[in-house]
């Protein structure tokens, strides 16, 4: 039942002690880079002044910001012939970002990732279609070494390709994905297509949603349509990538691994920490890496954290689903908008389709949200009264989550590109935002 | 010098003793699965016919066709729990074929990259960039696990986006690249637009090209324009992927590791065995493979064999550049023309291109052959005059190497589409072929 059983379900008291530890050798370690070690100089703090885990409000934050200005080697705490691999974000807007492993960094973000899969109850005899992109993207190879730790035949499907993708499905008898939610809501209407009955001529039973935020409606559907148990999947490439934070079969939140990551949730206004259940924004510290320790980072997505026991037994606090980026809001109207509570009401009408659009326009200086839905193909083929009546009733529920009244369009399925990779579900067509 | 010296310079007769023990535990092993065990019952043979190495002759090939016809589990040997890795064709064309790999099988594969790259001086202090796509592919994930084994630090780069691939070369001072022969061309003309020398602005030493047969004048070209020395990678999918074949320092041909592959070239017509130096088809026969051994398989790839001993001190055979597929060979006018024929004809004349495409169409009843040429963007500025002598000049080297006219079109730099992946040299419109 548990992949490292005396660390996922360590007492509390002793996890605590064990993070003290750890931190303070992260704290001397990161020491060792050039960056921080300036950081740590200007802040007038050294490990020293860490005597109990909650000393780690006297560090300094570290944010997206920092590991630009230390891009390349700023960060690096090993020689460099000692680092195995790095992952580079983009870089195509704005300064690119790295993170560098070592061959320990590697082995330990492999554990972390099986530890996840086991808990969800991936074996050996499990056959896993990683679909999506490899190379650059963390998720691709951190779910790919998690499986062949695991000893599970890994198809390395790679992204795109639906009808090849179904069709491995089939032949090899598939009882795992790995996915990106847009692209798993995207199948939904190839399964459609080509007379694929999911529920009956596949032996799916789990699928891993990670990448991108997405509401429990979006899984209850993907679940629905599949008939399988759909995880969410939570990390990011400035930790390893996948594997910080994942869920059990209870499905109440995202047990974050303590014994890697020290969690804090704060309000990213004033900095200081919420309270348990509060919503604020993610700040990580990582407890075992070993080519570039971060320390406090600041990953700014937002969601809560529960201390309450779980019914699995494990020890490890839980995440509560991620409600976005701070960096996704938008504001229409002088209102704050996530995409994810257009995406909740959204996907919470089973007359709507697997594809959306969020559109911003200024129409006489005036703000306008347009959202373009597509209809479920069944639905489409009715009459008009009825597309009409099932606008009406977006437009409600849309209003009464945002408290403004958007613009709805409903559209044919299939109409909307499909997004190679994390969907893009907002397009800010403003002159000024 | 050597990864594994005992291996790599084991002499003859040892190695021809270690061929004969593995290859009975091969032939034990292939007879577990369902089709080696009606072929050999059909073809009357088992593991005490083999006495000697010779008698492998008595063993039935295996063809592509085979591999389709036992598709999915009709070759694998082991349960398939003990299974942790799929590649599978793409089956677009066709009916798809897999290959199935235990922990063990991988292990192997990325300790036979490890070799062949140590072999050309890569150590762990490299920078590697492995500039192929990862996935189905077994080029990416083949050399991804080598450049691991080796210790050197991997940037997973994947295919395309050119920009960015130079941005990281000269952020994180790559000094290997893993590149497909077709994109290397393509990339020095993106060199150029970016005002990058890779002679002076970048560390490039070693460059490997696979995943395409390619002529010599390519390789010298790309080691010209890099400052590198290019080794030449063979493999296929049906055996692990890359790491069957490499070039060594000498460039003389590529060593084929006889411990893990029985090598045959055979008159594809007749069947018979060709004598050393003597162009044929390449037939391998698996010697360390777990999950599905393979025996005899006919590669379809034409080459010839060399016995005679290697400067650098390794005693395993070497094979001549691969010609290309028997696939790919296209008839016009009665004569029988390889792309790479006319590639080795372009690459070597300096005014030419980095792209180039030969298209078939039939006229008036009779095949023309048409290849379209890049022309080096300096040269391509200048007279008209100069352009028409340079397409005699062209026609001219085409005529004496295929026997017959073919008509030359000259275009712009970058004017032919680059490919996504492997390229497309030949494009035939003909009703009938
Ligand atoms: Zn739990
Ligand atoms: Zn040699």
Chains 1, 2 share one sequence.
């Not at 919420?274 to 700014?300: F, H, N, W």
Request: glycine residues 8%; charged residues 25%; hydrophobic residues 35%.
């Amino acid at each position: 039942m548990y992949w490292q059983k005396d660390i996922e379900t360590m007492p509390i008291s002793a996890l605590q002690a064990l993070q003290l530890q750890r931190l303070k050798e992260m704290v001397r370690r990161a020491s060792t880079s050039s960056y921080y070690q300036q950081l740590f100089q200007e802040h007038g703090v050294t490990v020293e002044d860490l005597q109990q885990i909650d000393d780690i409000h006297k560090l300094p934050f570290t944010t997206k910001q920092d590991l630009r200005n230390g891009y390349p080697y700023g960060f690096l705490t090993v020689p460099k012939d000692e680092v195995v691999r790095l992952h580079s974000s983009s870089g195509t807007t704005g300064q690119a970002t790295v993170v560098f492993h070592t061959t320990h960094d590697i082995q330990d973000w492999a554990n972390l990732m099986a530890r996840c899969m086991y808990m969800t109850g991936a074996r050996k005899s499990d056959v896993f279609q990683n679909m999506t992109g490899y190379g650059m993207f963390t998720g691709g190879l951190g779910f790919h070494y998690g499986a062949e730790r695991l000893g599970a035949l890994t198809v390395p499907a790679g992204s795109g390709n639906s009808k090849r993708q179904i069709r491995f499905m089939k032949d090899f008898g598939t009882t795992i994905l790995h996915i990106i939610p847009s692209y798993a809501l995207h199948l939904l209407s190839v399964f459609e297509e080509e007379g694929v009955d999911p529920k009956t001529d596949l032996c799916l039973k789990t699928v891993y949603l990670g990448a991108e935020p997405h509401s429990e409606h979006t899984r209850r559907r993907i679940e629905g349509a599949l008939g399988v148990k759909a995880y969410n999947s939570y990390g990011l490439s400035e930790m390893y990538g996948p594997g910080v934070a994942f869920e059990c079969p209870e499905q109440q939140g995202l047990h974050i691994w303590e014994d890697s990551y020290f969690v804090e949730i704060i309000d990213p206004q004033t900095l200081k920490p919420v309270s348990d259940g509060e919503e604020g924004e993610l700040v990580l510290t990582t407890l075992t890496r070993e080519a570039m320790p971060l320390i406090r980072y600041r990953t700014r997505d937002l969601t809560s954290v529960c201390s309450e026991p779980c019914a699995c037994g494990r020890t490890h606090k839980r995440l509560s689903r991620i409600k976005g980026r701070s960096d996704d809001m938008f504001i229409v109207k002088g209102v704050n908008v996530f995409p994810m509570q257009v995406e909740t009401v959204l996907m919470s009408i089973p007359e709507v389709g697997t594809n959306y659009v969020i559109e911003l326009d200024t129409e006489e200086e005036i703000d306008v949200m347009t959202v373009k839905v597509e209809v479920q193909s069944d639905f489409f083929l009715g009459d008009v009264k009825g597309l009409k009546a099932l606008q009406q009733k977006i437009t409600a529920a849309l209003r009464s989550e945002v408290l403004f009244t958007p613009r709805v369009t409903l559209v044919e399925p299939d109409s909307i590109p499909e997004a190679q990779g994390k969907a893009v579900r907002v397009i800010d067509h403003r002159q000024q935002h």
